[in-house]
């Protein structure tokens, strides 16, 4: 029996993360967030991710304060962030009382959903973080990386699942962060997915290869409950299928979602403007917003493309970059078939670039290709060959335990040695353990803004600037 298809918006997260490098600022979001709260989504995905990175990086913004202006400015939207599992938001493996403890601070600061994934589908680097959220009583969605390969079947996706909601998942999310799914296996993998398991099913896809707004139609036939889409202004080309598009195309069949696109319109008028702001200042760039069918031959990501091409660049190699694609398939079947998304794909791309560069493969290996077949990031879905480790990893052997067994607490250690003359909230703690080195720089400048070293700031967060 067809049901009403929900929505999860993305325009505060994932669609600005995919076109314009998580740029967005509080500003330019803080005017509209009353009338996107009207709209009536299932949930809007506004944190987690890069934004944290991007927050004290480029922004000079403080990302657990940016929370709590979500959480006070839409009352009634569930609030939705992404979490790398064991990695937190961080590039690393963290123990488990810091994991709990970035868990306990999400919600408490107004996180009502987490998405949880791992690059390689590891159910034990999603053990803590699954735990932790059950804890604090918030929604936990736990995420598969879909992709595809000798081993990705359905029946690989349909055990995955169950061993999810089994685990303790509140729903399940097919996280097709490649734009590999096709409308038919979109619809098969659902179907096969809503007979297996109890939770309610969510799909996640990019528009790069063109096939997303097809495949969630066909997922919605066959029983999909929640799906992930942009406002227009930000949608397409990396980013996700258009919210207002899929709302009309779902409008007076048995899938309707009950949002009102004259309640959209608002919401769109306002990123149509900051859509033409972006393309002015250079942070949107046409590139990122047509199709690459490419993405279907060599499963490589958008974000993943633009770091091979300035790694050619850098090393005079340009001409390279149609071996490195092809180079790429066959490091992804040495490492044992990872999915290629943060970190694997970065991992992955960066061997295939010195395979070619060197003229011979494996001649240099990076530390964290070794690391991967090392087991650091956990275990493949595909076995890597006896031979292949001893190539890379000599007489050392791989660990077969879950990485973070070997890590032991340090919560207390990174309290004990934060520099105390930047703490100011409790989260500080957490935002250092992820990014020691981008951090102070943060601190020390959120510290000169408070005492008048830049008095421009004092009333800033109280303005409403126009878009």
């Known amino acids: 029996m067809a049901q009403k298809v929900k929505i999860c918006e993305t325009i505060l997260r994932d669609a600005h993360q995919s076109l314009i490098a998580t740029r967005m600022t509080m500003d330019d979001m803080r005017p509209i967030l009353p009338a996107i709260d009207e709209v009536g989504f299932y949930s809007c995905e506004c944190w987690g991710g890069a934004t944290f990175d991007a927050c004290i990086r480029f922004l000079d913004e403080d990302p657990w304060e940016r929370l709590r202006i979500l959480r006070k400015e839409m009352p009634n939207t569930k609030l939705q962030m992404l979490f790398r599992g064991q990695n937190m938001l961080g590039y690393r493996h963290y123990a488990d009382d810091v994991v709990e403890y970035f868990v306990q601070k999400s919600v408490d600061n107004g996180i009502d959903i987490i998405r949880i994934f791992d690059a390689l589908n590891d159910i034990r680097n999603l053990e803590t973080a699954i735990k932790a959220t059950k804890k604090m009583g918030a929604h936990m969605q736990a995420a598969i990386s879909y992709t595809t390969g000798p081993v ?92 207002e598009s899929m709302v009309a195309a779902l409008q007076g069949t048995p899938y309707d979602t009950g949002l009102d696109l004259k309640k959209l319109d608002v919401v769109r008028a306002h990123f149509a403007k900051l859509r033409e702001k972006y393309l002015e200042n250079g942070l949107l760039s046409p590139k990122v917003m047509g199709v690459d069918a490419n993405t279907l031959l060599y499963q490589v990501p958008g974000g993943m493309l633009s770091n091979l091409v300035s790694q050619l660049k850098q090393a005079g190699k340009e001409d390279k970059f149609e071996d490195v694609l092809r180079e790429i398939p066959n490091g992804r079947k040495d490492a044992g078939y990872p999915p290629l998304v943060t970190p694997t794909s970065q991992i992955v791309g960066t061997q295939a670039v010195f395979n070619v560069i060197m003229g011979e493969r494996y001649k240099m290996v990076t530390k964290e290709f070794r690391g991967m077949i090392h087991g650091d990031y956990g275990r493949t879905a595909v076995p890597v060959s006896e031979e292949f480790q001893k190539k890379i990893l000599g007489e050392e052997k791989p660990i077969t335990c879950r990485p973070a067994d070997l890590l032991e607490p340090e919560l207390e250690k990174l309290k004990q040695e934060f520099p105390k003359e930047y703490l100011e909230q409790e989260e500080d703690v957490l935002t250092m353990a992820m990014f020691p080195q981008v951090a102070p720089k943060f601190f020390e400048s959120r510290k000169n803004k408070k005492y008048g070293v830049d008095g421009k700031h004092a009333d800033k967060e109280n303005q409403v600037h126009p878009a």
């Open 152 to 243: 990705f079947d359905i029946d690989y996706y349909v055990n995955y699942a169950k061993q999810l909601e089994n685990a303790g998942a509140d729903s399940i999310c097919i996280k097709d962060m490649a734009a590999l799914i096709t409308p038919t296996m979109a619809y098969d993998l659902t179907k096969a997915l809503k007979e297996a398991v109890k939770v309610p099913i969510n799909l996640h896809s990019h528009y790069t290869s063109g096939l997303a707004s097809m495949a969630h139609l066909k997922a919605i036939e066959a029983g999909v409950d929640i799906i992930d889409t942009a406002m227009s202004p930000l949608a397409l080309g990396t980013s996700h299928p258009a919210t």
